[in-house]
């Protein structure tokens, strides 16, 4: 009878955890236009113990705002993740940085990360995308937007969503929504652009939070970007406690089929 239990009692556990598992992993994708379904065209779930640089370009070593940009500090754990790095370098603040530009740039679609960020002062993460067509005046956002899929500067579970236009000049336009959800200072959460030629739809673990056709839809491919960057929209660095990671899960991208 006790071996019975036994039995009956692991299958159970084993159960739950697989369940556990695929709810981890079960990506959340918006109703499809009718006649037509989503595919997964393009993805990196982080396997492995090198960083795939047949889909990202690591970025640096170069200045970005107060730190640097800096090829070491990004790179994967080993353990499903990558791992955007901030530190203090000597008398410099490095952070990590990956894009697929010339690797990989699409237009129209969802593009979903699952990514936890960082704790500390000083520094923010972002999901973003870009195109040279942003620097562009004259079509609007048409020819290429800056689209921030999300960043989170504050530590208080207060989070953005930004587009940019027309270059960053003194023709630059933009648009953008900020909002709370203190539950995404912990743990993982995901974070979801549904790109139509006609408008942005933003999402946070599946829900709704911003819509906008500002600047007129970018109709042109672009790549992605994940960053930490180093500024004081995030706080004073020197009081944080360094090293600090913005970790990724995966990140991937469906089509219309």
């Known amino acids: 009878m006790k071996f019975r239990r036994y039995v009956t009692l692991l299958s159970v556990a084993l159960a739950s955890g697989c369940s556990s598992l695929t709810q981890k992993n079960q990506a959340f994708l918006p109703p499809a236009p009718a006649g037509?379904?989503?595919?997964?065209?393009?993805?990196?779930?982080?396997?492995?113990?090198?960083?795939?640089?047949?889909?990202?370009?690591?970025?640096?070593?170069?200045?970005?705002?107060?730190?640097?940009?800096?090829?070491?500090?990004?790179?994967?754990?080993?353990?499903?993740?990558?791992?955007?790095?901030?530190?203090?370098?000597?008398?410099?603040?490095?952070?990590?940085?990956?894009?697929?530009?010339?690797?990989?740039?699409?237009a129209f679609g969802y593009f979903e990360a699952r990514c936890k960020m960082p704790r500390q002062p000083g520094h923010w993460s972002a999901f973003w995308m870009m195109c040279d067509?942003?620097?562009?005046?004259?079509?609007?956002?048409?020819?290429?937007?800056?689209?921030?899929?999300?960043?989170?500067?504050?530590?208080?579970?207060?989070?953005?969503?930004?587009?940019?236009?027309?270059?960053?000049?003194?023709?630059?336009?933009?648009?953008?929504?900020?909002?709370s959800l203190p539950e995404t200072t912990e743990g993982f959460h995901t974070y979801g652009l549904l790109w139509l030629p006609t408008e942005y739809v933003f999402y946070v673990d599946g829900k709704e939070v911003w819509r906008s056709d500002a600047g007129g839809v970018s109709q042109v491919p672009e790549f992605l970007k994940l960053t930490n960057e180093i500024g004081m929209w995030a706080g004073d660095i020197k009081s944080a406690q360094l090293p600090d990671y913005f970790e990724v899960d995966y990140v991937r991208v469906y089509d219309f089929k």
């Open 36 to 106: 037509k379904e989503w595919k997964l065209i393009w993805h990196d779930e982080f396997a492995g113990e090198q960083l795939d640089e047949t889909k990202w370009n690591r970025l640096g070593d170069w200045k970005r705002r107060d730190g640097f940009w800096v090829q070491d500090d990004a790179y994967v754990n080993g353990r499903g993740s990558l791992l955007l790095r901030t530190r203090r370098d000597g008398d410099r603040y490095t952070c990590g940085a990956v894009n697929t530009r010339g690797k990989f740039e699409h």
């Open 133 to 179: 067509g942003v620097g562009q005046v004259g079509e609007g956002g048409r020819d290429g937007t800056e689209i921030d899929i999300v960043e989170m500067p504050w530590r208080d579970g207060r989070l953005t969503c930004n587009l940019h236009w027309d270059g960053y000049g003194k023709d630059h336009k933009s648009a953008g929504y900020k909002f």
